[in-house]
């Protein structure tokens, strides 16, 4: 091998597969700035990483992301830990169907009740079960020590900026739909 195939081999080795996935779009296509593939590679990586760490954790509950997403979500909206579906779906962005089928589950494992409006018995009310407030209960504190885990290797300043600088991006993309 040529010096400089070997000088090339470990930089390619020492690159991030996003980072040599910009480098080759720039040789095989220099009219094009493939940049963006550094930041939405990233956030797609870390997402992904992200989702199967938290799965796991739910999973030690007998929950899925939705589930736990749902149980949050009523247990943040605070004593009766009730909302009707048309909050549920507003709080965990699943459409009516999907916190429908995710509700018919909950209830099936114990975990909420629904009840019937008094004042409009078209709105009915999902509310936590002893049983549900206290699973989400240990499943939250679980998820968050998690996640600070997840957060040991980056300081609170940083982490702080990244969240200001991921919503500016979430921002631009809003904008860019519209």
Excluded: C
Aim: no cysteine; aromatic share 6%.
């Amino acid at each position: 091998m040529a010096p400089q195939d070997a000088e090339a081999t470990a930089t390619t080795d020492a690159l991030s597969d996003v980072d040599r996935f910009v480098q080759q779009w720039r040789e095989q296509r220099p009219d094009l700035d493939p940049s963006p593939i550094a930041l939405f590679g990233r956030v797609h990586r870390v997402y992904l990483r992200y989702q199967a760490v938290i799965a796991k954790s739910f999973d030690d509950f007998g929950l899925n992301p939705a589930s736990f997403d749902v149980l949050a979500a009523l247990r943040r909206a605070g004593e009766p830990y009730r909302m009707s579906g048309t909050e549920l779906a507003a709080e965990s962005l699943l459409s009516s169907a999907g916190i429908t089928f995710r509700l018919d589950k909950l209830e099936q494992a114990g975990l909420i009740t629904r009840i019937r409006d008094t004042h409009d018995r078209r709105v009915v009310h999902s509310q936590l079960t002893p049983e549900g407030l206290a699973l989400i209960d240990q499943a939250i504190a679980t998820h968050l020590a998690n996640e600070h885990r997840l957060l040991a290797g980056v300081d609170a300043a940083d982490a702080d900026q990244l969240a200001a600088l991921l919503q500016r991006l979430e921002d631009s993309i809003l904008a860019a739909q519209e």
